[in-house]
């Protein structure tokens, strides 16, 4: 388990990558934004979001889905072996939301995983939290939590991220905040809650840990190679 201090979006999706790529165990990594970003799903264009604060940092994520306004949030990526999940997709997005389900409980938040909507890769909506689809986490406010998956040579990258408080871009969305004051305390017990949950979930024994080295260097390298270039952004 990695829990990061929050960093710039290219870093941010460098470290995902390198992970997906050199993990040597299943990983799950808990961060932040900082600066706030934005980042597209990797099959959107970049011209559908001209209309964005020309100083707004985008990035372009490995993963599908709609766009997320990253502000004040707990992203997680868990970095594992295809086969630690069920095969189907949706099965998948169950079993890891169910868990986050259980983590928001023990801080005192309660929402629910959306049974209806088709998961895809190539959304219609523009922005993630939008429009709820199967497997996304709602309250009476809307929708909670929202991910995305990328599957590599049997290997798989959940990203998902958790709203503490609404961010500019999509105001429209639900967040810790409507049910409790996400106070340091309350995001220190949401951390700790999704790592033993996410344990449970995938039959597992958490530890913390460190970047390796080779890890560094390759998200060093994609940060600056790809996901920092703006040919990369642009490129749809």
């Known amino acids: 388990m990695l829990t990061d201090a929050p960093g710039d979006a290219a870093r941010n999706m460098a470290v995902d990558a390198a992970l997906l790529e050199l993990a040597a165990t299943p990983t799950l990594r808990l961060y932040g934004w900082s600066p706030h970003a934005v980042s597209l799903g990797y099959f959107q264009s970049l011209a559908a979001f001209d209309d964005l604060p020309k100083a707004t940092p985008i990035v372009r994520r490995t993963t599908g889905g709609g766009a997320i306004h990253h502000g004040d949030e707990l992203t997680f990526s868990l970095a594992l072996d295809a086969a630690l999940l069920p095969a189907d997709v949706a099965s998948s997005y169950a079993l890891l939301h169910d868990a986050v389900v259980r983590a928001l409980d023990e801080i005192g938040v309660s929402c629910r995983r959306a049974t209806d909507g088709q998961l895809s890769a190539r959304p219609a909506d523009r922005w993630c939290f939008e429009h709820p689809v199967q497997g996304d986490l709602l309250t009476d406010a809307g929708k909670l939590c929202g991910s995305a998956q990328r599957r590599q040579r049997r290997r ?38 999704l790592v033993r949950e996410f344990a449970a979930a995938l039959g597992l024994r958490p530890s913390h840990g460190e970047l390796s080295e080779a890890e560094r260097e390759r998200a060093h390298a994609r940060a600056q190679d790809v996901y920092g270039a703006a040919a990369h952004t642009a490129r749809r």
């Open 156 to 193: 798989v990258l959940h990203h998902g991220s958790l709203v503490l408080r609404r961010p500019a871009h999509t105001p429209s969305v639900a967040a810790v905040e409507d049910q409790v004051e996400p106070s340091e305390q309350v995001r220190r017990g949401l951390r700790a809650a």
